[in-house]
């Protein structure tokens, strides 16, 4: 009798053993692990405005007497790598060459796209970019001063003349490919840098001399379609929502 309440007992506790192992596995099943809440977290990134001006137009306005202007610019954001982006701007540039002074003043804008190339790390939000723009120019020639070349200058001098003369109404319509980049130096605030290649479509020019300075095109090259331009750009990001990346 004593032995088989001896064995009842040890059944017992076994059975007791095997609950209490088998309630702690189940416990420690329905404990979700760090890693996995770890890899749940969805990384979100900024979309949003941003807008700024082009410094590299304010320091020139300041350094040189015969140059006057500003840009604001901005882009959106509209997906992962693409950025809708916009300029528009004022210059005023005098022109002085052996037989011609003008000066050139007027309004321009450019709309187009930029495509980032670059893989930010978690957290970043830089920019190395590429991307075009459509650009149009309204402007004005003032013809300050000019000069008639005459191969014998000996016996009759050249003759010239410092009659001003307005050329308003006139219009440039070019394409620009542009690249460079835009790099988050505090939370939300970006410097950047480009370097644009630019062709004429159409422009109109005044009697009797071609336009040696386009507003928003910037010097043109002996009657060439082809032209050039940089950037310096400050500017700060308006975040609206984000995405999971």
Do not use: H
């Not at 990384?43 to 320091?59: C, F, N, P, T």
């Not at 901005?74 to 790598?81: L, M, P, Q, S």
């Not at 410092?162 to 988050?184: H, M, P, Q, R």
């Not at 970006?190 to 040696?212: A, R, W």
């Amino acid at each position: 009798m004593k032995m088989q309440q001896t064995i009842i007992s040890i059944i017992k506790s076994c059975l007791v053993g095997m609950l209490f192992c088998s309630v702690s596995f189940a416990q420690n099943d329905s404990i979700p692990s760090n890693n996995k809440l770890k890899d749940s977290i969805k990384q979100k990134e900024k979309y949003g405005l941003r807008v700024g001006g082009d410094a590299s137009k304010l320091i020139r306005s300041f350094v040189d007497d015969d140059y006057k202007g500003f840009e604001i610019n901005g882009d959106f954001r509209f997906t992962k790598k693409w950025y809708l982006a916009a300029e528009f701007g004022i210059e005023e540039k005098k022109t002085t060459t052996d037989y011609i002074a003008v000066t050139s003043s007027g309004t321009y804008i450019k709309l187009g796209a930029d495509y980032n190339a670059y893989q930010n790390w978690y957290g970043m939000n830089n920019l190395l970019y590429g991307g075009f723009r459509v650009a149009a120019s309204n402007f004005s020639q003032e013809l300050n001063g000019y000069g008639v070349y005459s191969q014998n200058q000996y016996w009759a001098p050249q003759f010239t003349s410092t009659e001003s003369i307005d050329y308003s109404g006139l219009n440039a319509v070019w394409a620009e490919f542009i690249a460079g980049l835009k790099v988050e130096v505090l939370t939300n605030l970006f410097l950047g840098v480009n370097v644009q290649f630019k062709y004429i479509i159409t422009q109109s020019e005044p009697d009797n001399f071609e336009n040696l300075y386009i507003p928003g095109y910037n010097k043109t090259y002996d009657s060439g379609s082809f032209g050039f331009g940089y950037g310096y750009n400050i500017s700060y990001l308006i975040p609206i929502f984000k995405k999971a990346k």
